[in-house]
């Protein structure tokens, strides 16, 4: 490794510790957000701050050469930290494109490249095969992504493009274009009124309730309510753009490829960038 290249290297959120372990230099990151949970051995590396939050003083004791934050709920983070004299990397991707640009971008600061471009290459694969395979589905359940239960919060891009991977269409297409939280909320009665055939729920932080999804008033008029088609995505497995979306990829493209009752999906051993076994459905 080039003595050029970050030798102690801070990563402040889940996506960010995860690209970096996965491109192989995990031993060299000296510090992590609290919500890092993949890899393991992520979790044994020093605390230094939440998603919204840091301890500077933590940051001081592992002396970083460089930085990495991620999405414009860091900035002011990262403009403290540019501030007190350190390296910053904020990455902001919202997309698929932009999450390949991104662990490309990451790849290319740590010395890293060729190991970026063989981890996009086998991503892009890996997607492309389940793309193909949804072709062949019957047809396309409308499906709702639920990112938070109050207020709805709905549509982030790089999942509303996972959704159409996935072989589903996407019950609110218009809310990709915004990037911002509180630009994609709805109102119960948008679900009602656009009846998509099922949910998934992935609650930031929190475990999704399906119970209470279904008990919501009126409700139980909508179509994946009816047919009992509501499952739980862990947040880690969707809505951290990098390496490990593609979990919540497979699980998608699973429900919607039982719901529609069309070709075997992928042969559990095709996975050829991300190996976990990722956190199986859970049902409503």
Not at 45 to 73: C, H, Q, W
Request: hydrophobic share 40%; glycine share 8%.
């Amino acid at each position: 490794m080039s003595q050029h290249f970050p030798k102690r290297i801070v990563c402040l959120t889940e996506e960010t510790t995860e690209i970096v372990f996965a491109l192989g230099a995990g031993d060299r990151v000296v510090g992590v957000s609290g919500y890092a949970v993949r890899p393991a051995e992520a979790r044994e590396k020093p605390k230094v701050g939440a998603f919204t939050s840091i301890r500077m003083e933590k940051i001081r004791e592992v002396n970083p050469d460089l930085i990495i934050t991620f999405s414009d709920l860091q900035a002011q983070i990262a403009h403290d930290l540019v501030k007190a004299g350190y390296t910053v990397l904020a990455l902001n991707q919202r997309s698929v494109e932009e999450t390949f640009q991104a662990i490309e971008l990451v790849g290319r600061v740590i010395g890293e490249l060729k190991k970026a471009e063989e981890m996009i290459l086998g991503m892009k694969k890996e997607m492309d095969t389940i793309h193909k395979t949804a072709s062949r589905f019957s047809r396309r359940p409308r499906v709702y992504f639920e990112e938070w239960d109050n207020p709805l919060i709905t549509g982030i891009r790089w999942v509303s493009e996972l959704i159409d991977i996935a072989g589903g269409e996407e019950t609110f297409p218009e809310m990709k274009e915004r990037k911002n939280a509180p630009e994609r909320v709805i109102q119960p009665e948008d679900v009602i009124q656009r009846n998509p055939d099922i949910i998934f729920a992935s609650w930031c932080g929190k475990k999704a309730n399906l119970a209470a999804i279904k008990s919501r008033p009126g409700w139980d008029k909508i179509e994946a309510v009816k047919n009992n088609q509501l499952f739980e995505i862990k947040s880690p497995d969707i809505l951290a753009p990098g390496p490990s979306f593609l979990l919540g990829l497979r699980q998608m493209h699973e429900a919607i490829k039982q719901m529609v009752d069309c070709h075997p999906g992928l042969d559990p051993g095709s996975s050829v960038v991300f190996k976990d076994p990722g956190s199986p459905l859970s049902r409503g």
